[in-house]
C-alpha cells in the first residue's frame, strides 16, 4: 500500500468511527452549544495519532487529518455506529432516551495484550493438560476423556496459538494467521460442547462432574474466550 492509499485509509478508518455532531450529539443554544453526552469534542490529529503513530508517519497523519477537515469540521463527536444495545454491560456508556453509547475507555487494555493475556492461559491449559493425559495417542483403548479431545486436537491448539502469536508483536499485522487460530479454537471448543452434552444425555452427570468440571469445560471455555479476544484484536486492526 503506498502512501496515498495509506493516508486515504486512515481518513476512511477515522470517519467510521468519528461523525460531525451535527448528526446524533443534541445542541442547546441556552447551554452554550453542542452537549457533548457521548463524548468528545475530539480532534482529528489527536485520535489519527493515537491510533496509528506506531505504523504512520507524522506526514501521513497530518495528511489524513487534513483531508477529514476539508468541508471545515474541527470538532467531532463519536460515530452513532458506535450504539450499543441497552442490555450490555461492557460500558462505560452513557444514556441519551432510549439509545446507549459505548465509549471509548482509555484505561481498557488493547485488544492485543488481552490476546496475549488469554494465549499465555490456553497454554498453561494445554501443558496441564498434556501432564495429566501423557498416554494420548498410546494404542490401548481410549478412555473417556481421550474420546472428547485427541492428540491432534491439542496440536491444533498449539499450532493456533503459534499462529496468533506470530501477529501480535507485527508494526503492520497479517490478519490471516490469527483468523486461522480463531477458526482452529472454536472448532475444538464445538467438539468439546458436543461431546459434553452427549455423554450428559448418555451417561448423566458422573463422567461430567469427574473429567468435564475438571479441565473439559475450562478449556471449553478458555478457546472460546480466546477464539472472541482474537476477532476482537482483529476487528481493530488498522486497515493497512
Not at 447551554?31 to 506506531?54: H, I, M, S, T
Not at 455423554?199 to 480466546?226: H, P, Q, S, W
Request: charged content about 30%.
Amino acid at each position: 500500500m503506498n502512501t496515498d492509499e495509506r493516508v486515504e485509509a486512515m481518513a476512511q478508518w477515522f470517519l467510521a468511527n468519528f461523525e460531525d455532531p451535527a448528526q446524533e450529539t443534541p445542541y442547546e443554544s441556552a447551554e452554550g452549544g453542542y452537549q457533548w453526552v457521548w463524548g468528545g469534542p475530539y480532534d482529528a490529529r489527536e485520535e489519527l495519532g493515537n491510533a496509528f503513530a506506531p505504523i504512520a508517519t507524522d506526514d501521513e497523519i497530518e495528511r489524513a487529518a487534513s483531508l477529514v477537515e476539508e468541508e471545515g469540521i474541527m470538532d467531532w463527536a463519536p460515530s452513532s455506529n458506535r450504539f450499543i444495545e441497552e442490555d450490555d454491560d461492557s460500558g462505560p456508556y452513557y444514556e441519551n432516551g432510549d439509545e446507549i453509547f459505548a465509549a471509548p475507555n482509555p484505561s481498557a487494555p488493547e485488544p492485543a495484550e488481552v490476546v496475549r493475556r488469554e494465549l499465555d492461559e490456553l497454554e498453561e491449559m494445554v501443558l496441564e493438560w498434556r501432564r495429566d493425559h501423557p498416554g494420548i495417542g498410546h494404542n490401548r483403548p481410549p478412555d473417556p476423556i481421550e474420546d472428547s479431545l485427541t492428540l491432534n486436537d491439542i496440536d491444533q491448539i498449539t499450532t493456533g496459538i503459534a499462529e496468533a502469536r506470530s501477529q501480535l508483536d507485527n508494526p503492520f499485522p497479517d490478519p490471516d494467521p490469527p483468523k486461522a487460530a480463531e477458526s482452529r479454537f472454536r472448532r475444538i471448543a464445538q467438539k468439546i460442547r458436543t461431546y459434553l452434552a452427549t455423554v450428559a444425555t448418555v451417561t448423566g452427570t458422573l463422567i461430567i462432574e469427574r473429567y468435564g468440571n475438571v479441565l473439559l469445560e475450562k478449556l471449553e471455555a478458555k478457546l472460546t474466550g480466546v477464539a472472541d479476544a482474537i476477532a476482537t484484536w482483529i476487528s481493530a486492526l488498522p486497515p493497512f
